[in-house]
């Protein structure tokens, strides 16, 4: 009898090692599949021009910028590297640059399993968290968007790091060689993001999942990776300050407390667990409320009082919750990497954004995992579990393949974000696309909508009467500019909405209102060229060839020709 459970345990191992590559294979094979429509997508108006195509630092290979001047408001200097080394061989050849994205994102998702069936020992557990990882559609921002190279890139040096650590821990003859190249790729994975500042947490909730215990050089070896973070996330905050990227605007222009700060932050986390549930109308770009939202105050009070009442029950359950190891370790995963982008000190102008829920849904993958393992072993319920299972993979891949589409272009981008925020910035980020490519029809459209919204914004009527110069139709544009000078503030904004209200009089024969007009565009930006060029055809057909020509001159001067 000994023998013959010698021989099963054989049978089994043997099994495992069989069907162990054929998974992970059909992991990627099913998450490549999904991305398929990657390779043909275009680069998009969202960063996508500052990050290569208007940088002449990439263009150029400037090494010394790229190790030393941030970019967007982040130091990342592997990746800036990383993506001039990808213009070398490119250039502009989008799909490639896609290609690439793609290609690390297939790595991650084959670490994570490997990383798992270490942690679990169990490959079950670990092909439903790789295969959850590579087809959640709120991990297409961080692949299918080229300004996001540094989402996948950092990963794979962060989860590389992390593959090594658990191979050390858990290994009987402890090379400090593990340790230097944990430290050395977690060091790659800082200089290309600054999220992975996580890492020292993670070692520390490894150590608490595995049970492996701290020894001396474990403990140094932690607090110098804990240095390293704090060194590196200090550098990301200057950087972030010197560019303007800490947006504490949009805290004082909607009159959002401290506390209300809280109440987004609240807002966002349930936000994140919400579309890692349900992941539909997914968007580019999540606007903040306004302050007059009739939901803010009701839904987001809502939220923080439910947080609270959460917290407020894991404290008192605090025993059992320290011994439901896997789900402490998913549900801290989760909040460590997602805490830093929660908004409690907002950066940028969007409350959340997909692409940082990358890494941190690695947690509640882990959770999802260790559920369907745990009610797997129930007979009454196996085969529910297996159709729903089936039923959730099915739906996140075609939702998947739908958010690739999403991609496609910058006007399928923002208009998957109009369907989802209606709101007027994105109606004139979208105005933009079609006056880039000349099709003014849509771009008067997209305006109007704009101002319909918000009817006190000036720079979308002067933006409409620029759309409206192209559609000879000077009587609206004398109108919009008489709204944008209403409205504008800034002196280099009135002086167009004067310089187009000027041409506009003087081709409907308001001649002296047009030269009023086109002289005062000058006191406010005297670098209009266009105002003297105007200028000088109107003293022209008046005959003033003097004055004609003065004006001419002065606009050669700065550039214009006649």
Known sequence: ????????????????????????????????????QTFFNAFVNQDDYAYLINNTTVKSFDIYRILTEPMAGNYHPLTMFFLAIEYQIFGHAEGWYHAVDLALHLINTFLVFVIFSRLTKNEGTALIISLLFGIHPMHVESVAWMSETKDVLYSVFYLSAWLVYVTYIQ??????????????????????????????????????????????????????????????????????????????????????????????????????????????????????????????LADTAI??????????????????????????????????????????????????????????????????????????TKDFIKTGIKIAGTICLLLLFYLTSAQVNTWKDSEHLWTKVIDVFPRPNAYGFRANIYIDKKEWTKAERDLTAAIKLDPTNGEYYLGRSNVRANLDNPADIISDCDSAIKYLAKPEYLANAYQNRGMANSLTGKTEAGIRDLKYSLNLNPALAMSCLFLGDIYDQMGNLDSAKTWYDKAKQLGASQ
Not at 5 to 15: A, D, L, T, V
Not at 334 to 360: K, T, W
Request: glycine share 6%.
């Open 303 to 376: 939220v923080t009082l439910v947080l609270t009442i959460v917290v407020g029950l894991l404290i008192s359950r605090y025993k059992y919750v320290i011994a439901q190891k896997h789900i402490l370790f998913g549900t801290g995963f989760f909040i460590i990497n997602i805490a830093l982008v929660l908004q409690l000190v907002p950066v940028g102008s969007a409350i959340m954004a997909d692409r940082y829920s990358y890494l941190s849904y690695i947690g509640l993958f882990y959770l999802v995992a260790y559920a369907v393992n745990y009610f797997i």
């Open 1 to 36: 009898m000994h023998l013959k459970n010698k021989k099963i345990q054989k049978e089994k191992k043997s099994s495992f090692k069989s069907i162990y590559p054929w998974n992970i294979l059909a992991c990627l094979a099913i998450t490549l599949i999904a991305y398929r």
């Open 171 to 296: 290994g009987t003859d402890r090379k400090t060689e593990h340790l230097w190249l944990t430290g050395s790729l977690f060091l790659l994975s800082l200089l290309s993001k600054g999220m992975a500042v996580t890492f020292p947490v993670v070692l520390l909730l490894t150590h608490y999942l595995t049970g492996v215990e701290k020894e001396k050089k474990i403990k140094t070896f932690i607090a110098l990776i804990f240095i390293m973070a704090v060194a590196f996330g200090i550098i990301t905050v200057i950087a972030q300050q010197n560019k303007g990227a800490i947006n504490t605007a949009i805290i004082s222009e909607n009159g959002f407390l401290s506390f209300q700060q809280y109440k987004f932050a609240c807002y966002a986390l349930i936000s994140y667990v919400l579309k890692f549930l349900w992941p539909v109308n997914l968007s580019s770009f999540y606007f903040y409320p306004a302050k007059d939202s009739g939901w803010l």
